[in-house]
C-alpha cells in the first residue's frame, strides 16, 4: 500500500495549493490545543489529505472526523488502502458503510482497551493475517484525568506478561489478557528480554476518540499500519516523558507534524 500511496500523493500535490485549500465549513470541533488543532473545526479533507493520513498512522484520526465517512472510504480505496473504513465496519460491527447513519454511530462503543483490542483483531482476521490475536491496541492513561491519552498499536507475542510495574519500579506484576494493565506496553520483561513491537501510536486529546465513527477511523488507521509494516521505536522515550507530565507538549508536538505531512 505505502507505494500507491506515495505515488497518488505526488499526483494529488500538484492539485493543492496553499494549506487552506481544501478546507470547508463542517461540523464543528473546537479544542484550546495551540495550534495542533487549528482549523479543525471547519476541515474537510482532499484525497490527497486521506492518503497523507494513512501514512502518517493514528495520529491522523482527529483530523478525519469533520469528514463524511463515505468520503473517507472513497479516499481510503482510492490510495488503495489495504482496509477501508467500510471494511472495517463490515468485520468489526456488522454493517456496511452504505448502512451506517452520516454520524457513523450503529451503537457499538469501546470504553476500554480490552473491547477496543477485540474489534481490531476481529478486522486483522477477517483479512487475514494469522497472527491477529498478537496484535493489540493500548493507552496510557496517566492524562485522563487531564483529558489526553496516550494511545498504541503493539504486536505481543505473548498470553501472560512478567513485568517491572512502570509506576513502581519495585514491583513485579502478572498480567493476563483479562487484566486491564495487559493493554499497556511494556519494553521489556522482568529478565530484560524484548516484549512488545510498537507499530504506531498516538497522543491527543480522550474527546476525539469517544464516537464510533473516531474509533473506527482509529481501527482502520491502526490495521493498515500493521499490514504495512509499519513501526515505532521512538515510542519508548515518549511514554516516559508523558507519566512524568509533558503529555500536552507530546500530543501538540505530534500533531503538528501531522499537520505538516497533511499539508493542513
Not at 473516531?214 to 488507521?221: K, R, V
Amino acid at each position: 500500500m505505502k507505494k500507491s500511496i506515495v505515488i497518488i500523493i505526488m499526483l494529488l500535490t500538484f492539485t493543492i495549493g496553499c494549506a487552506g485549500t481544501s478546507m470547508r465549513k463542517g461540523p464543528r470541533m473546537e479544542h484550546g490545543l495551540g495550534s495542533a488543532f487549528m482549523g479543525l473545526s471547519h476541515l474537510i479533507l482532499s484525497p490527497f489529505q486521506i492518503a497523507a493520513g494513512l501514512m502518517e498512522g493514528i495520529s491522523s484520526m482527529p483530523y478525519y472526523l469533520t469528514t463524511n465517512i463515505h468520503d473517507i472510504n472513497r479516499g481510503m480505496i482510492d490510495a488503495q488502502a489495504s482496509i477501508t473504513l467500510d471494511d472495517t465496519y463490515d468485520s468489526a460491527y456488522g454493517s456496511r458503510l452504505k448502512d451506517v447513519p452520516e454520524s457513523g454511530d450503529t451503537g457499538e462503543v469501546f470504553r476500554r482497551m480490552k473491547h477496543a483490542t477485540n474489534y481490531f483483531q476481529t478486522v486483522l482476521k477477517k483479512y487475514g493475517i494469522q497472527d491477529a490475536d498478537r496484535y493489540i491496541l493500548t493507552s496510557i492513561d496517566t492524562a485522563n484525568s487531564k483529558g489526553y491519552t496516550l494511545f498504541a498499536v503493539v504486536y505481543r507475542p505473548f498470553d501472560t506478561i512478567n513485568v517491572i510495574d512502570k509506576y513502581d519500579s519495585g514491583r513485579i506484576r502478572t498480567f493476563t489478557k483479562n487484566d486491564r494493565l495487559f493493554y499497556e506496553p511494556f519494553k521489556a520483561d522482568i529478565n530484560g528480554k524484548a516484549l512488545d513491537t510498537i507499530i504506531d501510536w498516538a497522543g491527543m486529546p480522550r474527546d476525539f476518540i469517544q464516537t464510533q465513527k473516531a474509533q473506527a477511523i482509529l481501527i482502520t488507521i491502526a490495521a493498515n499500519a500493521v499490514i504495512d509494516g509499519k513501526k515505532n521505536p521512538d515510542y519508548w522515550e515518549r511514554e516516559i516523558n508523558w507519566i512524568a507530565g509533558e503529555f500536552r507538549e507530546i500530543t501538540e508536538d505530534k500533531m503538528n507534524s501531522v499537520r505538516s505531512t497533511m499539508k493542513l
